[in-house]
């Protein structure tokens, strides 16, 4: 289990963060991470900055605004094998980026732990506490629920609210509402007392057939420090993978990384395809449809779900858009897909890797379609 400090319940910009503790190179050095950063993106379709990836031609690549601009030369440090040299590179220079780094699972990566005790309880009331509240908050402001990994928790990107940059985030066993240079904090105790903290009453708009009930928004919430700090690390990792399964060469309609409230899982989606010249694939960063009956069949939703009552375990998962043969990989019992579960994760030398790999494996089948 990872400590977090202090200071993430305080003000923060992680693509600034980042950029601060870039060692002096030979050429300017850009940062790029996999949380969101300050300010808002008020531009469709997502409304949200795309962190991690170099050349998305996203609005909020807002690593490039903290680095020199027009410079020639410039390297991209990145958490994926996407830019000049990887954040897991650079560490292994220095112990205190390798701290850094290591917390905000940006390689090098701490491996997965035990499960906080009542883990299945406890993440019910963060599923509500998710959907009812922290999507909710930026769902009002511009119609989307989609949710981000943030460090030690998660929590919305960046969204316009009365004139300032806004996030919603879950940290330490707290919620935090930063708002242009303000910051403030409360005790989760109840959905009706962190919607009021956020300025927003509890909704159900970004809830899913598998979403728990609202209940009784009085009910005290058991969302604390332990708990926050597993979600974190597991939506930590999810990211990482699936940030790096975006590059996948051949890819197409590739989506973005997002924690959906509802489900309560990072997800991505994207259609196999055939190898090209390009190494990232067909990244337009738009919510592409499949085009066709071909595409349908090749396209799947890659995901990490931290637990639910069929599976009460985290475990990762690929869901296939179209039917499924009687390959023995597509074996889920709860749904029409595959899954690795976190035991195997935990027992796995390379746990990352092993992610990687299983992925992988869904995306090689269905690219043979």
Not at 94 to 103: N, V, Y
Not at 274 to 303: L, N
Request: negative net charge.
């Amino acid at each position: 289990m990872s400590n977090h400090p202090p200071s993430l319940i305080d003000w923060r910009n992680a693509a600034a963060e980042a950029q601060s503790m870039l060692p002096r190179g030979n050429s300017p050095r850009r940062a790029y991470v996999l949380e969101p950063s300050p300010p808002a993106v008020r531009v469709p379709p997502y409304f949200a900055d795309d962190p991690a990836t170099p050349g998305s031609g996203c609005p909020g690549d807002h690593a490039g605004r903290l680095a020199p601009d027009g410079l020639v030369g410039t390297e991209t440090v990145t958490p994926t094998s996407a830019g000049d040299v990887t954040w897991r590179e650079l560490a292994g220079h220095s112990e205190e980026l390798a701290h850094f780094a290591r917390d905000r699972w940006l390689g090098p990566w701490r491996r997965l732990g035990p499960l906080p005790d009542d883990y299945l309880r406890c993440l019910v009331d963060a599923h509500r506490l998710a959907y009812a509240v922290v999507a909710e908050a930026r769902r009002q402001s511009n119609g989307k629920f989609g949710l981000r990994y943030t460090v030690g928790g998660f929590g919305t990107p960046f969204f316009p609210r009365d004139g300032r940059d806004t996030q919603v985030r879950v940290v330490a066993g707290q919620i935090v509402v930063q708002s242009g240079e303000e910051v403030s904090v409360a005790a989760i105790d109840s959905l009706a007392n962190a919607a009021a903290h956020c300025g927003v009453t509890p909704g159900t708009e970004a809830a899913e057939h598998d979403s728990p009930p609202l209940g009784d928004l009085q009910r005290a919430l058991r969302v604390d420090a332990d708990l926050t700090a597993f979600l974190g690390d597991w939506f930590g990792f999810a990211f990482s993978v699936l940030e790096e399964l975006r590059l996948t060469p051949g890819a197409r309609d590739v989506g973005r990384t997002q924690l959906w409230p509802g489900h309560f899982d990072p997800a991505v989606e994207l259609t196999a395809g055939e190898p090209t010249d390009d190494p990232r694939g067909s990244q337009s960063g738009d919510p592409s449809p499949a085009s066709d009956d071909g595409d349908i069949s090749r396209r799947a939703t890659y995901g990490a779900s931290p637990g639910d009552q069929a599976n009460p375990t985290p475990y990762l998962y690929v869901g296939p858009w179209g039917g499924i043969d009687d390959d023995p990989f597509w074996s889920a019992e709860s749904f029409r897909g595959a899954a690795l579960g976190y035991d195997r994760l935990l027992e796995a030398g390379d746990q990352r890797q092993a992610a990687l790999e299983f992925f992988g494996a869904g995306y090689e089948r269905l690219s043979r379609r």
